[in-house]
């Protein structure tokens, strides 16, 4: 039975373990940026009890293997809860032994970074994740309608001349895989949602009686391509920043409960390959060590959100996602105002647009409180 949530009463609020259902841990691969340690010791300091790593490392986490060495670091103070990728490779042209990946833990699919462009293999996919009751969770962007697009449309991109992503790109994406979930009647989960229409799909897909949803990430919904400040790649990332009305159209889908779980998308990078502006650079920044101030300042201060209802898009949502139970503590620190410094997170990466930015709530250990 999952611990109930109830409303914060003085300073310090004790609730559930939060979930982030999609970080990038780097490892293997890129040890220099993230490792499981590191990631883990990061998520601890954001507040986070569980996470689901993704698969799009270096090699590829389609295989039993890569799912136990995730699983089996047991001396990590977070519980990894892994993904695995879609297809071989992460190739998009044949379909992962999904039901051995399942079998040793993994709590879904996904090619993330990567788009299925091909509709038969995501089809077949599809088909096989719904039979195991695993949810796909896609990275909604078509190649051919990206353009090597690298943000939207904004002063930033005119000034600079930059290639610009048009939302058709995760539109078409999101359109083209609900299709697919009519036919397979698999859980469709979107993520990193950047546009209003991907909203508007998914609302009304559910009304429809879809399995379909999608996460709010806190850089979407507090930040727009208009507060871009310059060609900075610790502002990129993919998707990129909307606009103004996609900021409000993925803040409204949070309040109305058509988006049910927020996630970081926690993406580390070396300083080297986020130092060469947007053309060049990485995409991605982390935020695991921000995203509840983040999300609480927009949400519950901003946008009016019942602080419970917050609460539940950090645990019951993404819970209800993963089929897995609550447990674990996080306790918030209501009062606690401080300001993002990068060179004390735990996280080996730096690569944020936040530094310098105050935010009034932060999680903190239970001994604080």
């Known amino acids: 039975m999952n611990p109930s949530i109830t409303a914060p009463a003085g300073r310090f609020w004790r609730l559930p373990g939060f979930i982030d259902v999609h970080v990038h841990f780097r490892d293997p691969g890129v040890p220099e940026a993230e490792t499981r340690q590191t990631g883990a010791a990061a998520a601890v300091a954001g ?28 001396a990590l103070p977070v519980e990894i809860w892994p993904s695995a990728c879609i297809s071989k490779g992460r190739l998009g042209n044949e379909v992962a032994d999904l039901e051995a990946l399942a079998a040793a833990g993994a709590v879904a699919f996904t090619d993330d970074g990567a788009f299925v462009d091909n509709p038969q293999v995501m089809e077949a996919a599809m088909h096989r994740a719904a039979k195991l009751g695993i949810p ?17 449309d904004c002063a930033v991109a005119r000034r600079f001349n930059l290639p610009v992503m048009p939302p058709a790109a995760e539109v078409e994406a999101v359109k083209r895989d609900i299709a697919l979930v009519r036919v397979t009647g ?29 996460e709010a990430t806190p850089h979407h919904l507090l930040l727009s391509c208009d507060d871009i400040p310059a060609d900075d790649a610790n502002w990129k990332m993919a998707p990129p920043l909307g606009n103004r009305e996609d900021v409000a159209a993925i803040r409204e889908g949070v309040k109305d409960g058509t988006l049910a779980l927020f996630a970081t998308d926690h993406a580390p990078h070396p300083a080297d390959k986020k130092a060469g502006g947007f053309r060049t650079s990485a995409n991605g ?22 602080p419970c209802e917050w609460a539940r ?19 918030l620190d ?6 993002v410094d990068p060179a004390q997170f735990k996280s080996l990466s730096r690569n944020q647009p936040y530094a310098g930015m105050t935010f009034k709530v932060w999680p903190t250990r239970e001994k604080e409180a």
């Open 186 to 214: 698999c859980a469709l989960h979107i993520q990193h949602i950047s546009c209003a229409e991907t909203v508007a799909l998914i609302r009304a897909a559910q009304k429809e009686g879809l399995p379909v949803s999608g």
């Open 136 to 152: 796909v969770m896609q990275h909604a962007v078509v190649p051919a309608l990206l353009a090597g697009g690298v943000m939207r």
């Open 285 to 306: 920044i982390i935020g695991l060590e921000t995203a509840i101030p983040v999300t609480w300042k927009v949400m519950v201060e901003d946008e009016g959100m019942d």
């Open 313 to 331: 898009r950090w645990t019951t949502g993404p819970a209800a996602l993963v089929k897995k139970p609550l447990s674990g503590v996080t306790t």
């Open 47 to 74: 507040g986070f009890a569980h996470v689901v790593t993704m698969p799009n490392t270096t090699p590829a986490g389609d295989n039993v293997a890569w799912i136990r060495e995730q699983i089996e670091d047991t």
């Open 334 to 339: 209501l009062e606690a105002n401080r300001t």
